[in-house]
């Protein structure tokens, strides 16, 4: 393989770098400040980054290494440096602006100081989270499971106010709020158990308001079944809501604007809450698939092994690392699954804006499919082309990531 000769530095000094206890080989957690994304090295792959004290030139630095290893160390070195990790004398930029590294579906507006919001809700979050809580939560959800068996046909006659609701402005306001208090249930059991909350924020997701909370630290946790109480804190929290809305619609005068409010907020939370857990959704319901099953990063893992199984999909490279021992139905699965959803979703969003714009002309209509299309396909191709430079190599590679 022809390789490039280019500039390489040392590791930036502010990298946060922590063992990863997770793993028994001595793998190594690399957090970026700058970016908040988190990487994980094999001790080996880390060893030899360490290793740079100087800035040199690759050529140079590649000639310590018999010619196997200098075309794994190579890639090595083109990927790090390709996320900015190591120190080359430029300045490091927050984000670069190009095509590939724009997200279309998730767009950032305004972060918060996450220890003054922590501060503020722990009042309410502390007892929340506790064991008196959850037998409450699971009494309150049985009582409401019950009510709606019970009702028979009165329930979900309910739904018809779907077909005439006309208060979403006020739906849209709250379901902005209740993502809030989802994503600080994440930020405050995460702080619980020692975890660090680097950032909480409001953001665009899919065109709406909406929040987040970067708890990646909650990877540091050894205790899987701590991580897993942390990906569904959310949730919890969201549980709440829905039978509060429930309490409410139960209590309130019928078709009065109160009752039509709080039973679309239930029933849109619930729906939230059934796509959260979803695992195939890169939600709450997929982090605690990749925490049982202990698993960092499970999306670009089982793509990368059926991009490998479907030779068409990566012709000319192979697997940087191969697949660990007794995942492999498990990534096999999951990749098929997402990939079957997507198109589902796809299809889904389509008949929807062939519904909601039915009285528009059908040259807009098409248009807007074609932009959503349009977005998604370019999404899906960045996705495509960073597994494959993520996970596959050109040659034989002796260097995991």
Request: charged share 20%; glycine share 4%.
């Amino acid at each position: 393989m022809e390789r490039e000769n280019f500039k390489i530095g040392p590791l930036r000094d502010d990298l946060e770098v922590r063992i990863n206890e997770q793993s028994n080989k001595g793998d190594l957690f690399v957090t970026d400040p700058i970016t908040s994304k988190l990487f994980t090295f094999p001790k080996a792959a880390y060893q030899i980054l360490a290793s740079i004290e100087d800035a040199v030139d690759t050529d140079e630095f590649l000639l310590q290494f018999k010619e196997k290893e200098a075309e794994a160390v190579y890639l090595l070195l083109k990927q790090v440096t390709a996320k900015s990790l190591l120190d080359t004398g430029e300045e490091i930029t927050e984000k670069k602006f190009s095509l590939s590294s724009i997200n279309f579906l998730f767009f950032k507006l305004v972060k918060f100081d996450p220890t003054t919001l922590l501060r503020i809700v722990s009042p309410v979050y502390k007892p929340l989270f506790s064991a008196v809580s959850l037998m409450l939560f699971i009494a309150l959800s049985v009582y409401v499971v019950s009510k709606i068996t019970l009702s028979g046909a009165h329930f979900w006659r309910n739904f018809e106010v779907f077909t005439y609701f006309g208060s979403w402005l006020w739906v849209y306001a709250l379901l902005p709020i209740a993502t809030l208090f989802h994503e600080l249930g994440h930020a405050f059991v995460c702080n619980k158990y020692g975890g660090k909350v680097k950032e909480v924020g409001i953001a665009l997701y899919i065109g709406q308001l909406s929040a987040y909370a970067n708890v990646t630290d909650a990877w540091f946790i050894k205790n899987k079944w701590q991580r897993i109480k942390i990906a569904l804190a959310g949730v919890f929290v969201e549980g709440y809501l829905a039978i509060i809305a429930f309490l409410v619609w139960e209590n309130s005068i019928p078709f009065t604007v109160e009752s039509q409010v709080s039973f679309v907020f239930f029933v849109v939370v619930l729906m939230r809450i059934l796509m959260n857990i979803i695992p195939v959704l890169r939600l709450d319901g997929y982090w605690v698939l990749c925490d049982f099953i202990e698993e960092t990063n499970l999306r670009h893992r089982s793509m990368a092994y059926l991009m490998n199984w479907l030779p068409f999909l990566a012709q000319g490279f192979r697997l940087r690392q191969e697949p660990k021992q007794g995942l492999t139905t498990v990534y096999l699965v999951f990749s098929i699954a997402s990939f079957f959803f997507v198109i589902l979703a796809m299809m889904s969003m389509a008949i929807a804006v062939l519904r909601f714009f039915s009285d528009v002309n059908s040259y807009v209509q098409y248009s807007l499919i074609f932009i959503l299309f349009s977005v998604l396909v370019i999404s899906f191709y960045n996705f495509y082309r960073t597994i494959l430079s993520d996970y596959f190599v050109e040659s034989l590679a002796d260097v995991e990531h």
